[in-house]
């Protein structure tokens, strides 16, 4: 069966003006733009929603609780211990967490041979939780995810259960996975463009 998406171009021109939109309002990560724009230059393909990974503090009545959590610190970079303490001096309540989220890009596509192609590039870049997020001739939806991650619980209700030597060190192991998805971020930007001329059996 050959699956493609109905109304792919319409789509696709939505998306564009979304986005068009976000950039004009700094609401897109600067160290991911190019990716968009190479991935959205593609006649199959368009880009609905991304992140380009993060280091952050926060702050949650209970974990797990996204709508009523903080933040006291985020970055899309290499964050420095100092900025770390800084954004743990601002807790006063609930659970303290410091996490780390890979990037996570969504793409829409305009036949299933598409989606394909794009989530075996992925997948080779290092993208290993990427997968076919929709499948119909509504939408096919490819979601690009690395596997980076921390969940690292600090305290609670004002008070600091780790030392300050504990908080250096997993800060270094977060710099470092950060390094190493900004890196997969930058291989998936130089092979998007190949995309479209690569052949794939279904």
Request: hydrophobic content about 40%; charged content about 30%; glycine content about 6%.
């Amino acid at each position: 069966m050959f699956l493609y998406t109905k109304n792919f171009d319409e789509q696709k021109a939505k998306a564009m003006e979304g986005l068009r939109q976000a950039l004009e309002e700094g609401k897109v990560d600067e160290d991911i733009i190019t990716l968009l724009e190479k991935i959205n230059a593609l006649e199959n393909y368009f880009t609905t929603s991304s992140c380009s990974g993060r280091i952050s503090v926060m702050e949650m009545p209970h974990f797990g609780d996204k709508v009523n959590s903080v933040w006291l610190g985020k970055w899309h970079r290499e964050v420095t211990v100092e900025e770390v303490l800084e954004a743990i001096g601002r807790h006063e309540k609930g659970q303290l967490w410091f996490l780390v989220r890979s990037p996570i890009l969504h793409v829409g596509a305009r036949t299933l041979d598409d989606a394909v192609k794009l989530l075996n590039l992925a997948i080779g870049l290092g993208f290993k939780y990427s997968n076919i997020k929709s499948v119909s001739h509504k939408k096919l939806l490819v979601e690009i995810r690395s596997t980076e991650r921390m969940d690292v619980p600090l305290g609670a209700d004002g008070r600091l259960w780790v030392s300050e030597d504990y908080i250096e060190r997993i800060v270094g192991i977060a710099n470092d996975q950060l390094r190493r998805f900004k890196g997969k971020l930058k291989r998936l930007e130089e092979e998007a463009e190949k995309i479209e001329n690569t052949h794939q059996l279904l």
